[in-house]
Antibody, heavy 118, light 110 residues
Framework: QVQLVESGGGLVKPGGSLRLSCATSGFPFSDYYMNWIRQAPGEGLEWVSHINSGGTIHYADSVKGRFTISWDNAKNSLFLHMNSLRAEDTAVYYC????????????WGQGTSVTVSS | QSVLTQPPSASGTPGQRVTISCSGSSSNIGSHYVYWYQHFPGTAPKFLIYRDDQRPLGVPDRFSGSKSGTSASLAISGLRSEDEAEYYCAAWDDSLSGQVFGSGTKVTVL
């Protein structure tokens, strides 16, 4: 059974850092693009970043230079290292498996909540 | 501001057909596939339509997608109360080198 489980969310002060994790199971992790998507309170979905085993990485302009995506193939886990956090980064963060290479996302986790506040 | 534009809401009575539009540009919908997602608050979004008009296994054929030029649509026929959710379109954008989502459409079953 394909499963994605996010963790690492919490309350952090502006300017602080946080690392989110996404543990995966049930599929060959290295064969897929993996994505991070977020939803701020009262807002819609926003794609954040993706990575594949070939080293292709893209970021949304809103997080470029502050967030770093990475993965550990041995642990079948995806990570999002978030630095210089701002109030507008407050959101539920989802990890999702890519479907058509870098296009589409067919399996999603339940999300982990990040709150940036003093 | 979302790169892809959707109406904020749509509604219908049980059994009716509801259509949601998604308007983009040549750098996204005009040159790439469109994907649709269904999202209930507090849950994981669900993969609904891929490659403009294809349904993943398990998605009822009441849901259908289409695309023309720089716009796409999601239609829900035979509307049911359990279809009440937020719906998002998405596509790759060449100018941004990233995926972009629509602003989302809240479907209400009257």
């Amino acid at each position: 059974q394909v499963q994605l489980v996010e963790s690492g969310g919490g309350l952090v002060k502006p300017g602080g850092s946080l690392r989110l994790s996404c543990a995966t199971s049930g599929f060959p992790f290295s064969d897929y693009y993996m994505n991070w998507i977020r939803q701020a309170p009262g807002e819609g979905l926003e794609w954040v970043s993706h990575i594949n085993s070939g080293g292709t990485i893209h970021y949304a302009d809103s997080v470029k230079g502050r967030f770093t995506i990475s993965w550990d193939n041995a642990k079948n886990s995806l990570f999002l290292h978030m630095n210089s956090l701002r109030a507008e980064d407050t959101a539920v963060y989802y990890c999702a498996r890519g479907f058509d290479g870098q296009l589409g996302m067919d399996v999603w986790g339940q999300g982990t909540s990040v709150t940036v506040s003093s | 501001q979302s790169v892809l534009t959707q109406p904020p809401s749509a509604s219908g009575t049980p059994g009716q057909r509801v259509t949601i539009s998604c308007s983009g540009s040549s750098s996204n919908i005009g040159s790439h596939y469109v994907y649709w997602y269904q999202h209930f608050p507090g849950t994981a979004p669900k993969f609904l339509i891929y490659r403009d008009d294809q349904r993943p296994l398990g998605v009822p054929d009441r849901f259908s997608g289409s695309k023309s030029g720089t716009s796409a649509s999601l239609a829900i026929s035979g509307l049911r109360s359990e279809d009440e959710a937020e719906y998002y379109c998405a596509a790759w954008d060449d100018s941004l080198s990233g995926q972009v989502f629509g602003s989302g459409t809240k479907v209400t079953v009257l």
